[in-house]
């Protein structure tokens, strides 16, 4: 996997998941209606993104690529 650079702080290092949504709510739909619960976790686990480890901006560019390498000096 190629490294990522946050185009918003720049910082280069390991990137978070984030998951939208709330485990908790997710229990509950599964636990009394089932089928808003399944809904509901396809739904978390289409949107789930990485995010800057610094900032949590979502703005994550692979650093061999052009926009990457742009990025990187623009933070240097
Ligand atoms: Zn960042």
Known sequence: MSQLICSNCGSVGTPKTVTKGSTLIEVL???FFFIPGVIYSIWRLTTRTKACGSCGAEK?????????????????
Do not use: A, E, I, R
């Open 60 to 76: 994550l560019v692979p650093l061999n690529s052009p926009m990457g390498k742009k990025v990187q000096n623009d933070f240097k």
């Open 29 to 31: 739909l599964w636990l």
